[in-house]
Nanobody
C-alpha cells in the first residue's frame, strides 16, 4: 500500500505560479511512475505530467513548457511546478503513483484544488 499526501494548491491570478508537492509513504520502494492528473468540473480526469524512476518525463501538450515535474527519490516526493497559469488550468489536481509505467492499479492522493482567475 502507498499513501499519497498532496499540498500546494490554491488560488492564483492568470500568469502566476504554484508548486504542488506529493509525499508518498508506505510501500514506496518499488514505485516506478509518479504523476499528476487533474479533473475539471464536468470533465474526465486527465494526465498532466508523469515521471518515472529514471527521470523520464511526459507532459500533456497544453502544459508542456509551462509545467515542470520533478521527483526526489530520497524523499519519495514528486513536485509539479506550474508557471504561466491559465484559467483553463483550473481543476482538482491528483497525485498518483504506480508500480508500472501505465498507472495500472495506481494509488491516488486526495486531490488539491487549483483555481486560476482571469
Amino acid at each position: 500500500q502507498v499513501q499519497l499526501v498532496e499540498s500546494g494548491g490554491g488560488l492564483v491570478q492568470a500568469g502566476g505560479s504554484l508548486r504542488l508537492s506529493c509525499a508518498a509513504s508506505g510501500s514506496t520502494l518499488s514505485i516506478k511512475t509518479m504523476g499528476w492528473y487533474r479533473q475539471a468540473p464536468g470533465k474526465q480526469r486527465e494526465l498532466v505530467a508523469a515521471i518515472d524512476s529514471g527521470g523520464y518525463t511526459n507532459y500533456k501538450d497544453s502544459v508542456r513548457g509551462r509545467f515542470t515535474i520533478s521527483r526526489d527519490n530520497a524523499k519519495n516526493t514528486v513536485y509539479l511546478q506550474m508557471n504561466s497559469l491559465k484559467p483553463e488550468d483550473t481543476a482538482v489536481y491528483f497525485c498518483s503513483a504506480a508500480y508500472n509505467s501505465m498507472f495500472r492499479n495506481a494509488y491516488w492522493g486526495q486531490g488539491t484544488q487549483v483555481t486560476v482567475s482571469s
